[in-house]
């Protein structure tokens, strides 16, 4: 996700809020993971913010992205410089009203964010597991993610929210726990990877294990690849915004100069913002959790696992109803992907929303303050809360 | 360029031609580039095909692109593999018929393809000048194919023809040296990089200039940043091909294997072929030249230099017919910076003729085999041919 959005500090959020954590899959009860590797114990950070109601039927899960992580709105203290990363969808009046709802937000499996990862202890080496992390899928992250609502005493969810990686986590709920999920609302999302797409987090993963500090993945304790996690995430950057986005954002104009520097210096502001965007990066993500969460997102395949085109049997048993969203400038999952989504859950019967938003600023755009995209979020779940207690 | 076009041997072709070189600019007289800097001696490395009518009014001068070189068509011994990088264009009776034309293509300044650029000798250290050569222009690169011509006793081209940066020289040719060009074929490309296509370039820059190898520039006679330069070749291909081409030419086939890895190998054929397209070109390209030409290409502004919009001059005094040509599927150079290249000579009163060609190959198509492009390009020609004699 992008990290240019301006936040007001005196507008209204959440407030304060907490990391927790959930330890489960203890030794010798690890978890099975799709691969047929067992990992244990494993551990999910994640966060709530409003009141869970007394039938316990207001809960939200949203599920994050790429570099998300559990922290969805609000504040960690007073004086953070900026709330969670959603926190212009999530609190109080906004598109998922936390006076309303009680959203939990997990911190997916992999990701070096407090959850179980690449960078975590591997208890039988009291070492970081650099690579002897095993490969996980979307499939283990909602596996993990189910096993904390367990935890939580959560049997049933309102409506699971995720875009991109998050939406495909949205989608596999709704596939693999049918009877949990109301309401589903996957955003900016697919449910299976163009080759373009595995073509940009290919030459990102390349991108990092060029870097001789990147070591086969052993670099805990020494120094970092941070020069290759740095283009890996120019790379992402890209793919982030759009042409018109970057047009209307940089254009071509130059970064403090009146003319060109006819050097390797950065001349040209978009350049000056990539550069930036790589190397505010390698401060908080762990180059690592980038390659395994790509992977993850590669291997997303409802088709494959469930039969393509009139065979798509994916959601013959979801029961969510679903608003599908996507955005016009999205160019790494294009709307005819969302539309794809669409037609397979019509084809199964399903009840399903879509809206495709005029939006400029490509696969971010669902990470932007969007006032539509606010009240058609407000709107469908009001509609499902009501109908839920019918 | 991509390099999966399959060429076959036993058709026409030019058959065997050889690689000249032409040196000028000897010190004093050095070459004054646009940033100032002054180069001296030059070098130009190219190659000619087709014969010098007795009027000399058959030039045809063909401007390459990034990785190219001045190997435009035929073989330079029987047993080559493959032909120049436009045999599919260039030959007898093909677009640009050899039986007709004298086609000139010289290997562009700042390139490794035998003319002077960052890995040929600095006279005055007598080692590679690495980024001791300085950073040239467009411009730089026709005004040096100017003095080729007038070596070679050329003073009219029947046409410039050249795609991506090679149009970027075609559009060049005309402005600077309106008197000497008959007529035009820009194809799949623009009087200005976009933010975008910037972007693209200047991760690709870092990424050789994050590789330790790389050294500032200076690694001629030591190990070369192969690691860096293969992950820039890999963006650069993903921004040669489009969404529906990868889907076409991948989609998310597996290669060599039923299922999934688990482990960061190449699982998909995309990724194989990035890999593959990645580490062949580190035997042939130079990581500087990289830099360099990719530099070149984002300075190239002809709005910056004549003004825009409305005000748009740059085209005032050019000569020549034009024929534009853009791809539907190209999104490095999309179509509508091709009408903003017809709009531009309309407005400035040329005879233009513009093409968008139905082409599911993205950037690359113009160097595909394709009967419509070079029927279309053969045509023009006659016509330009027929009317420079009357």
Redesign the interface.
Known sequence: MSEYIEHDKNRISVGIVAKQFYSFAEPPDEMVLE?G?KLGPVTLAYETCGALNSDKSNVILILHALSGDSHVAGYYKEDDEKPGWWDVMVGPGKGIDTNRYFVICSNILGSCMGSSGPCTINPKTVLAYG?DF??VTIGDMVKAQKALLDHLGIRKLLAVVGGSIGGMQVLEWCVRYPEMVSAAIPLATTV?????A???N??A???I????KWNHGDYYGGPKPD??L??AR??GH?TY???ES??L????RLQDKSD?S???N???Q??SY??YQ?KKFVDRFDANSF?YIT?AS??Y?LE?QHGEGSAFKAFAKTQAKFLVISFTSD?LY?TYQSRAIVQALKKNGRDVSFCEIEAEWGHDAFLLPNERLSALIRGFLERVFHESRK
Chains 1, 2 share one sequence.
């Open positions: 691969s590797a690579l095993p490969v299976k990877h163009s080759a373009l595995i073509a940009f290919e030459v993963r390349q991108a294990m060029a870097d001789p020069l290759g740095a283009v120019m790379i890209i915004l759009s042409d970057m047009r954002k940089f254009g071509r060109f006819f050097n390797f950065a001349d040209f978009v350049e990539l550069r790589g390659l992977k590669d291997y395949d494959k160019w294009p």
